[in-house]
């Protein structure tokens, strides 16, 4: 699934049926594991890998009712008293958890027990006390008119609900019918954990595409373009019940060329995993993602403006922040990204750069957090990481090179041959070598080291013969044996 702002491509999602998310899904779970001494538990779920909960997940945290999210959660959790989650957690214990971040790389899913369940217009938590309003929503009286009406149908001690920016103008019946529907699915869990042995998947959380006509899809949105029957008449299922006034905004696509190159969608998919990305005026970006944080360089590239400098560099600086919050959403990059825009003399420029990419950042339906430019000038950000990167998700290390991008030069693998050999003359077991390996280094020794071999051949008293082996990587080569033609490579390899 494809999101396009103004035309270009800003969100990819991607779902397989083999690989389903778990994000949202309600787990009947079972503590494994309580380690007082990271405040934190590990629980079976019954996937595979224990899901991690920590000690912050373990209560309610009270907000202030301007900072609500409408996920469930606040800015407030880092400042509240945890409790001990020794006292609360014993191993063997059972209890709901919901999946608030998918595995990645070696780590597990994280779980929370602070259970939320989603709706179109509000989201209901059954372990909190509030009813909230999104942020987003920021007129006062109409925050005082949503949490009233929702006020007024929650029944008593059965949780609270935070009130989507989308129920903005929604009347108190149609919160009403979705209130009631919501209380009846947690109604429903609860049953359905009484009956069910741990670990047990107790609520699947909606697919990918019901997901996302549920907290995308709005009359903000100018058109869904769709090339599936199933999945259409699956939205308009939907639609008919919750917004019906959208469905005219839903559109069968029925003509021969793909979907995704109807909109173009399909060369910026490839550029997404590309180091570089062009910026309009000449400038670029280099993307590195590395274990601990990806880092975002800035280069003027052939964009060299008129006469002054500082305004060549603003604008190459703001065209990068526009760009960056772009691809960050775009490779949905997670967790530390460190900014090295080009250095500008001016505060008032470099305050200009960090709200360009604020602004553009609030776009984002992750949660993100930009600040101020350090004395080295870089900007450190952190944005939620709820899923591996597209990245990682759609990609693996390169077989020949191990994930480094580099392999050594030609002149290189040939140091480590003759290392190899002299390692082999010691043994004294072989007397006729073939070496095999790539037609680049093979070219390399015939024209760069035309001696090399006989003079290796006379100081270690082995008969050398080079082949070249298309199949070979470029900084691989392997010693046969002759005349039985053994691989022995490996004895003798180190380096």
């Not at 779902?15 to 389903?20: N, V």
């Not at 929650?154 to 009631?180: F, M, Q």
């Not at 880092?295 to 006469?307: A, C, L, M, P, V």
Request: glycine share 6%; proline share 5%; net charge neutral.
């Amino acid at each position: 699934m494809a999101i396009l702002e103004d035309d270009r491509l800003v969100e990819l999602l991607v779902d397989r049926p083999e690989m389903r998310r778990t994000v949202g899904n309600i787990y009947h779970g079972k503590v494994e594991a309580v380690l007082p001494g990271i405040q934190a538990a590990f629980v079976d779920i019954g996937t595979g890998k224990s899901a991690f909960l920590h000690a912050s997940d373990l209560v309610e945290p009270e907000e202030d009712e301007e900072d609500e999210g409408e996920n469930g959660g606040g800015r407030g959790r880092a400042f509240r008293k945890l409790p001990n989650v020794q006292d609360v957690l014993k191993r063997g214990q059972t209890l709901l958890v919901q999946v608030t971040k998918e595995p990645i790389g070696t780590k597990g899913p994280r779980v929370t027990a602070q259970v939320s369940i989603a709706g179109r217009n509000l989201v209901f938590m059954p372990f909190a006390s509030k009813v909230g309003v999104s942020r987003k929503i920021e007129a006062r009286e109409v925050r005082a008119r949503l949490r009233e009406m929702v006020a007024k149908h929650l029944p008593k001690d059965s949780g609270g609900v935070i009130i989507r920016t989308v129920a903005e103008d929604l009347t108190e019946d149609h919160l009403a019918r979705e209130l009631k529907s919501l209380l009846a699915l947690w109604k429903k869990i609860k049953r359905k954990a009484t009956f069910v042995r741990p670990p047990a998947l107790v609520h699947r959380e909606a697919s990918l595409t019901s997901g996302l006509i549920r907290d995308v899809f709005s009359d903000k949105v100018d058109q869904l373009w769709v090339d599936s029957k199933p999945i259409l008449h699956e939205i308009q299922q939907y639609l008919e019940q919750v917004a019906p006034d959208l469905l005219e905004r839903v559109t069968h696509y029925q003509e021969s060329s793909p979907l995704f190159d109807k909109f173009d969608i399909e060369s910026e998919i490839r550029d997404l995993f590309k180091r570089r990305v062009e910026l309009p005026t000449g400038g670029y970006l280099i993307i590195e993602p590395t274990e601990a944080l990806v880092s975002i360089d800035i280069n003027t590239g052939r964009y060299t403006g008129k006469k002054d400098p500082e305004k060549t560099i603003l604008r190459t600086n703001l065209e990068a922040a526009r760009e960056i919050a772009r691809q960050v959403r775009l490779r949905d990059l997670g967790g530390i990204i460190v900014i090295d825009f080009i250095d500008m003399e001016s505060q008032s420029n470099r305050d200009k750069v960090l709200h360009e990419l604020r602004a553009h950042l609030a776009c984002d339906r992750a949660r993100t957090r930009a600040f101020q430019v350090s004395e080295l000038g870089l900007i450190e950000m952190t944005r939620q990481r709820v899923r591996p990167s597209l990245w990682d998700s759609m990609t693996t290390p390169c077989p020949g090179c191990n994930g480094t991008g580099r392999v050594f030069r030609p002149e290189v693998v040939v140091r480590r041959l003759e290392r190899t050999l002299r390692r082999v003359a010691h043994d004294q077991k072989e007397r006729r070598l073939t070496i095999r390996m790539h037609p680049e280094v093979a070219l390399y020794l015939l024209e760069q080291e035309p001696g090399f071999l006989k003079d290796l051949g006379k100081a270690t008293g082995i008969d050398l013969e080079v082949r070249d082996d298309p199949l070979a990587a470029l900084d691989e080569f392997k010693l046969m044996s002759q005349p039985a033609g053994r691989d022995v490579t490996e004895r003798y390899l180190v380096a």
